[in-house]
């Protein structure tokens, strides 16, 4: 069995969960947060056997859009101080990030 991880978009979250779902997958559902951007992500989980890891992974690019956010950003070497003016930039983010880990042990009790 694999475990899979895949940090995704909020907006595609309920598509990809309903997919999934049509597909007989479990997933979870976790609310999570960019380290770089500092804003809302998803991140879905779900353990499935190997053989059908790669389908998942395809429902999840199916979904998954790439899209740009634009973030403020300070001036090299501004610190925290004030009187520097914060810039924009445009970074792009997902479609999906995707972890696939063995699984030592599946147990329902
Ligand atoms: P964030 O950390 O908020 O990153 C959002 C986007 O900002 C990234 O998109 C990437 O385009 C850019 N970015 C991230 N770190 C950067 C840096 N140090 N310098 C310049 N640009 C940077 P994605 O790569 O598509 O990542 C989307 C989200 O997936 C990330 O949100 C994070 O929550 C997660 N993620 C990505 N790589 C990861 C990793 N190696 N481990 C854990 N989580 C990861």
């Not at 595609?12 to 559902?29: E, H, N, P, Q, V």
């Not at 790439?66 to 501004?78: D, E, I, L, T």
Request: charge should be negative; hydrophobic fraction near 40%; proline fraction near 4%.
């Amino acid at each position: 069995m694999k475990l899979v991880l895949a940090i995704i978009h909020d907006d595609d979250a309920y598509d990809i969960m309903d997919m999934l779902r049509d597909r007989g997958y479990s997933a979870t559902k976790l609310a999570s947060t960019g380290g770089f951007l500092r804003s809302g992500n998803t991140t879905l989980i779900s353990g499935v056997d190997e053989q059908r890891v790669d389908e998942l992974i395809g429902i999840i690019e199916s979904k998954g859009k790439s899209r740009k956010q634009v973030m403020a950003v300070n001036p090299p070497g501004a610190g925290t101080g004030e009187g520097y003016v914060p810039f924009p930039v445009e970074v792009s983010v997902g479609g999906a990030t995707i972890f696939v880990m063995d699984v030592e042990q599946f147990r329902k009790v």
